[in-house]
């Protein structure tokens, strides 16, 4: 990991070094932690800006409500402090996580006595499934281990403790030769990657997983949904079977991490010729012009950092 200057802990900024929690943090033993994954990236129209940053602010606000956390901070707040960590890091592209945890304070499986703590980390971070998969796809498995349950955990939450389910998924595909896993929700339906939503492609139309088959409600995905749309695709939200991975002319993932990436080969079958589509050439390339800031069409997905959070490195 690249080590940036400063991180933002609750209200201050503090070395990165520094930036420390104590051993009997509640949310180290138990996952009592909600996240988000934030992009900024340095656009041709607006510098420094980060990705359609209010709705990951309200999805974290909304993940934290779902597990009766109460922020100590406002929205806005938040916000403010993300893009000020930015420029004092004298970032022009990087990666955001906000994280929203129960603290040190007391210890046991009742945690409302625990404290909510805010911290926000920013640093390089390259394309999650690489360059080379972005440009030429990755290879998937199913994995053996399936997306979590809405009987059991909140799926829709984003929440560290419910990452051990994508973790066991990843290593599982990582041993056995390949990029990604794909899970099954628990009713064999596809879902989603260890961490992106997934769309196939048949006969020239887009396909994704509905929100009730236990998948996160993906901020790219949503992105992603409506430059298809806007170039005249159709897309349907729709259960999709695991054989239908194989009968597919084209697959693709997206999220925060992984951006826009191809999938070229589910369980040693090639996704139509191999290679990627089209279609998904084609939203990739819109989608890739609108974090960039090359495409009027989105510019109001994008949050510029203000010049003089900048200016804050030199007085420093």
């Known amino acids: 990991m690249d080590a940036a200057d400063l991180i933002w802990m609750n209200g201050e900024f503090v070395a990165w070094d520094d930036a420390k929690i ?13 996240f988000e994954g934030v992009r900024c990236y340095d656009t041709e129209s607006h510098g420094p800006a980060v990705f359609r940053h209010q709705e990951h602010v309200e999805r974290l606000f909304q993940s934290a409500s779902m597990y009766y956390m109460d922020i100590p901070f406002t929205r806005e707040q938040l916000r403010e402090a993300t893009l000020e960590l930015i420029g004092r890091n004298g970032q ?43 440009a030429n796809g990755i290879r998937a498995r199913v994995s053996s281990w399936r997306r979590i349950s809405p009987d059991s955990l909140i799926p829709q939450a984003k929440a560290t403790g419910q990452y051990l389910n994508s973790i066991l998924a990843k290593i599982e595909a990582h041993k056995s030769g390949y990029e990604e896993a794909i899970l099954l929700d628990d009713h064999g339906y596809v879902c989603e990657g260890t961490g992106e939503n997934l769309f196939v492609v048949r006969g020239g139309k887009i396909f994704t997983p509905p929100l009730s088959s236990s998948l996160l409600d993906g901020i790219n995905r949503r992105s992603v949904i409506t430059i298809a749309e806007d170039l005249g ?84």
């Open 92 to 134: 022009r592209s990087c990666y955001i996580r906000p994280l929203v945890y129960r603290g040190y304070g007391t210890m046991g499986l009742f945690p409302l006595d625990a404290p909510v703590d805010v911290s926000i980390a920013t640093w390089a971070w390259g394309s999650y499934l690489g360059d080379e998969g972005k």
């Open 22 to 34: 104590h051993v009997l943090t509640h949310g180290l033993h138990y996952g009592t932690g909600v």
């Open 233 to 316: 695709f159709e897309v349907s939200e729709r259960q999709i079977s695991r054989a239908e991975l194989y009968l597919a002319d084209e697959i693709y993932c997206t999220g925060t991490a992984a951006e826009l990436t191809p999938i070229r080969e589910v369980d040693d079958h090639a996704i139509g010729t191999g290679k990627p589509g089209e279609v998904t050439r084609a939203v990739q390339s819109a989608f890739e012009d609108a974090l960039h800031g090359r495409s009027d069409r989105y510019a109001h997905w994008l949050d510029p950092v203000p010049a003089e959070h900048f200016s804050k490195v030199a007085a420093s």
